[in-house]
């Protein structure tokens, strides 16, 4: 009996052990830190409160962020993200990359891939000049929910338009079901395997007009390798990239980019 306890005990230091060190390589490695995040430590965390971690986000921000205050609702979502749980949000560092882009280029038409749960929409949103507009793509029928709430609380609902479906459906009905000419702006932040194949898609569809910048969101982790070859071998565009880090992490990571040259 007591040699089977010593056992037990030895199993449950050695698993606790692994997870402290796991944990640990989380701060510094890119795959471990979205394979802990978004696979193991979400996944106990819904579970124990019957609750998605989007709507856990949602609910933090209607209690403690101001209303009809795009900063306040941006700041509370760093802030639970941060300190709480991690989310996959461009976040506060390469959110300035994504204000400085929008102010340059002041768009008139802009067009997200990937809403999530609303937090770059907002950043972008709030920077818009009257007049101008957002179509932000969302696959995910419970995260459109929860980036619809989260727009309306700050406030910019009259400058976004969120688009349900694959962005494979929706970019070709851009112009005439969304009566969309061409595209000032396209900030890519969906499923990294479809950064390339949407970016011909746009071309093909002749959303894009030259000048039309995009920029595209964790090109190093989890990292879009297909779409950095085509954009950055491909004439008609002009590259530049942008070192950061993930989202709430010390893990690096990048933005790259590209100005439409025709």
Known sequence: M?????????????LLFL????????????????????I???????????????????NFVLQNAVRGDPCSVMDTIDKYCSQKEWAMNVGCEKGLILDKTVEEIKPSVVLE??????????RIARLLKAGAR????????????????????????????ILEGPSEEIIPQLK???????????????????????????????????????????VICPGAPEFLKYI????????????AHLEYMEVQDAMEKAVFLG
Not at 23 to 34: D, F, I, S
Not at 113 to 122: D, E, K, R, W
Not at 136 to 144: L, Q
């Open 232 to 243: 950055r071998n491909n004439p008609s565009f002009q590259c530049t990239n942008y070192p």
């Open 113 to 122: 891939l990937g809403t999530y749960c609303g937090y770059s929409a907002i």
């Open 134 to 161: 957002l179509l932000t793509v969302e696959f995910n029928p419970e995260f459109a929910a929860i980036a619809k709430q989260m727009i309306e609380f700050a406030g910019v609902q009259d400058k976004v338009n």
């Open 176 to 218: 005439k079901k969304y009566e969309v000419d061409t595209l000032d702006f396209v900030f890519l932040d969906h499923w990294k395997d479809r950064y390339s194949p949407d970016t011909i898609l746009l071309q093909e569809c002749n959303l894009l007009r030259k000048g039309s910048v995009l920029l595209a969101d964790n």
């Open 40 to 58: 193991i430590r979400e996944k106990i965390t819904n579970f124990i409160m019957n609750q998605s971690k989007e709507q856990r986000i949602l």
């Open 2 to 14: 007591l040699e089977s306890s010593s056992v037990l005990l030895f199993i449950v230091f050695v």
């Open 19 to 38: 997870l402290l060190l796991f944990v640990v390589l989380v701060r510094k490695n890119g795959t471990a830190a979205l394979i802990w995040n978004e």
